[in-house]
């Protein structure tokens, strides 16, 4: 299972009483519990949803608190929600002690364990029958990801705009949902790529529609102007991504063999770059990258 599986699980309210989700970027536990935050409304939120940290340096709560939680009658006739975060951090010992809330969980209480890491074997045994569900994300998972977060903010993007936003923010979440606050900030309800380029490019002088502008005409001197401004304000990366972004969009548009040939020859000339930025091999990989793109 993945995030998408998540995302399905909130929009349908959480059904299962017992939730195990896990991950190894800690920042997705933050984003899938601030998710489990919107289903309830504000007025029961000080009644009913408790998130317990066995990582906690304000003292580690014990089993004990945590199953009385859980058994308490909600207030309101609302569901009870109990969060225990860093479950990794338990010993085999003390989860037994959850044991009998998880094998007859309380009609009225969602339990939603954390574990921060890759799933150790001994674990996956522990939780096996409960709804496990790994928040990681593949790559081809990010833009419902993006599509999900700009929608809790009120904000709809169309799907050409969360690729061109992925391609010039890079696919690191944190940076992604620092880029969708702004769009968010905005005032418009309906994100296109302009407004990308307006808002989260900034006011640059140049943007990668230049730089990909003056590739296509040959032009050197015009091409390094262009990357020296934007060099000063993107990281390699995410320029990379950006760039490749447009000759994607130029190979589906391209109506002869010779251009397609010449896309196919970039995408391996990019994809050779992504290596050299990745494992910071070669000397000058963007400077390279763009001699070669303008030798096409």
């Given at each position: 299972m993945?995030?998408?599986?998540?995302?399905?699980?909130?929009?349908?309210?959480?059904?299962?009483?017992?939730?195990?989700?896990?991950?190894?970027n800690?920042?997705l536990?933050?984003?899938a519990?601030?998710?489990?935050?919107?289903?309830?409304?504000?007025?029961?939120?000080?009644?009913?949803?408790?998130?317990?940290?066995?990582?906690?340096?304000d003292?580690?709560?014990?089993?004990g608190?945590?199953?009385?939680?859980?058994?308490?009658?909600?207030?309101?006739g609302?569901?009870r929600?109990?969060?225990?975060?860093?479950?990794?951090?338990?010993?085999?010992?003390?989860?037994?002690?959850?044991?009998?809330?998880?094998?007859?969980?309380?009609?009225?209480?969602?339990?939603l364990?954390?574990?921060?890491?890759?799933?150790?074997?001994?674990?996956?045994?522990?939780?096996?029958?409960?709804?496990?569900i790994?928040l990681?994300?593949?790559?081809?998972?990010i833009?419902?990801?993006?599509?999900?977060k700009?929608?809790?903010?009120?904000?709809?993007?169309?799907?050409?705009?969360?690729?061109?936003?992925?391609?010039?923010?890079?696919?690191?979440?944190?940076?992604?949902?620092?880029?969708?606050?702004?769009?968010?900030s905005?005032?418009?309800?309906?994100?296109?790529?302009?407004?990308?380029?307006?808002?989260v490019?900034?006011?640059?002088?140049?943007?990668?529609?230049?730089?990909?502008?003056a590739?296509?005409?040959?032009n050197?001197e015009?091409?390094?102007?262009?990357?020296?401004?934007?060099?000063n304000?993107?990281?390699?990366?995410?320029?990379?991504?950006?760039?490749?972004?447009q000759?994607?969009?130029?190979?589906?548009?391209?109506?002869?063999?010779?251009?397609?040939?010449?896309?196919?020859?970039?995408?391996?000339?990019?994809?050779d770059?992504d290596?050299?930025?990745?494992?910071?091999?070669?000397?000058?990989?963007?400077?390279?990258?763009?001699?070669?793109?303008?030798?096409?």
């Amino acid at each position: 299972m993945s995030i998408k599986n998540f995302l399905q699980e909130i929009d349908k309210g959480l059904t299962s009483p017992v939730y195990l989700l896990y991950a190894d970027n800690e920042y997705l536990i933050e984003e899938a519990l601030s998710s489990v935050r919107k289903i309830i409304p504000d007025a029961d939120m000080p009644f009913n949803f408790s998130v317990f940290d066995m990582d906690s340096v304000d003292g580690i709560p014990t089993v004990g608190e945590i199953t009385d939680t859980l058994n308490t009658v909600s207030f309101f006739g609302s569901r009870r929600y109990v969060a225990v975060k860093n479950l990794q951090k338990i010993s085999a010992k003390e989860f037994r002690k959850f044991q009998t809330c998880i094998a007859n969980p309380s009609p009225s209480s969602v339990f939603l364990m954390f574990y921060a890491g890759t799933l150790k074997k001994e674990m996956k045994e522990r939780v096996k029958g409960l709804k496990t569900i790994c928040l990681d994300m593949r790559e081809n998972d990010i833009p419902l990801w993006v599509k999900e977060k700009a929608r809790q903010k009120r904000i709809a993007i169309k799907d050409d705009a969360v690729e061109y936003l992925i391609g010039v923010a890079g696919d690191d979440i944190g940076i992604l949902s620092s880029e969708i606050e702004k769009l968010a900030s905005s005032g418009k309800e309906e994100i296109v790529i302009n407004d990308i380029k307006e808002i989260v490019e900034g006011s640059r002088d140049y943007s990668v529609f230049d730089l990909t502008n003056a590739l296509r005409e040959k032009n050197a001197e015009k091409v390094f102007r262009i990357y020296r401004t934007l060099s000063n304000t993107t990281e390699p990366y995410n320029l990379l991504g950006a760039i490749n972004w447009q000759y994607s969009k130029m190979s589906m548009q391209a109506n002869d063999t010779l251009r397609r040939k010449a896309c196919s020859r970039a995408f391996k000339i990019l994809n050779d770059a992504d290596i050299q930025i990745k494992t910071s091999g070669g000397a000058y990989p963007m400077e390279h990258l763009l001699i070669r793109l303008l030798r096409l």
